[in-house]
């Protein structure tokens, strides 16, 4: 899979594309991300990627010219069609369900705009605008970052275990259960018995129960679209109908 990235500031991706799993699946050629610096495709002496608003009021706003001559050289260069993505508050919310369709596609361009936003023509070659959240940045490329990262995770051999990838808890609706590692003990806090026990039916059981109850808590607007098996089903009905799970004090 291919990503092309249009932005002002290349070098915010250097570092966070170099690392961890992403950085790893480059190197592994299962993914090919190329890094497009705006100013590029700008022909006036001074570079502008930015021009003050028609119509009159604060701040700048992102040239179309240098936009679509990027999107011209990127379409170019894959040949095949690229399905671009603009970052932007006004977008549709970013889910888990975005990040798996997207992942199915060869060619992806990410625009990153800065100040106001783009000129709205800019729009006429957008394929869908994406939001990551309801709060404002300074800019779209830490957006970029977070939807690359979450696409790549669905590309075929990018993740080791793509069985895990698939049946992500977050993918199926529900919040992870809690994780402890060694020690056993520390200072007054101990890891649950039960994950000490060696009964891996129990941790099972176990586990689902704090993924259903810890969802309920926090998060109860993402049950109603869980795919939930039948046992997590049948511990989501306990919890509803205010019978407790034996060993849980309720409190989280
Ligand atoms: N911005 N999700 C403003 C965002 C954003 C978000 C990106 C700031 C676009 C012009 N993008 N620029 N939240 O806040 O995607």
Redesign the pocket.
């Known amino acids: 899979m291919t990503f092309d990235i249009v932005t002002i500031f290349p070098a915010m991706f250097e570092a966070a594309l170099a690392a961890g799993v992403v950085g790893r699946a480059i190197d592994r050629r299962l993914l090919e991300v190329v890094v497009h610096d705006l100013r590029d495709f700008t022909t006036d002496r001074h570079r502008s990627v930015d021009d003050v608003p028609y119509g009159g009021g604060p701040g700048m706003v992102m040239k179309p010219e240098p936009i679509f001559k990027a999107l011209d050289a990127i379409d170019e260069r894959r040949g095949t069609p690229v399905t671009v993505l603009l970052?932007?508050?006004q977008?549709k919310p970013f889910t888990q369900r975005d990040a798996e369709r997207l992942g199915a596609q060869e060619h992806v361009a990410l625009l990153c705009?800065?100040?106001?936003?783009v000129d709205e023509r800019v729009r006429s070659r957008v394929d869908e605008e994406?939001?990551?959240?309801d709060?404002?940045?300074?800019?779209?490329e830490l957006?970029a970052l977070v939807v690359l990262d979450a696409v790549a995770r669905h590309v075929p051999g990018v993740v080791g275990d793509d069985q895990s990838v698939a049946e992500d808890s977050f993918s199926r609706g529900l919040l992870d259960f809690p994780h402890y590692t060694r020690p056993a003990v520390v200072g007054d806090l101990r890891v649950p018995d039960v994950l000490l026990s060696g009964n891996h039916q129990e941790i099972r059981r176990w586990r689902k129960q704090q993924s259903v109850e810890r969802t309920l808590e926090r998060r109860p607007d993402l049950l109603e679209n869980a795919a939930l098996d039948d046992e997590e089903r049948q511990i989501l009905n306990k919890i509803r109908s205010g019978v407790r799970a034996g060993g849980s004090n309720g409190r989280d």
């Open positions: 970052m932007s508050p977008g705009g800065r100040y106001e936003g994406v939001s990551i959240g709060y404002v940045l300074s800019g779209g957006p």
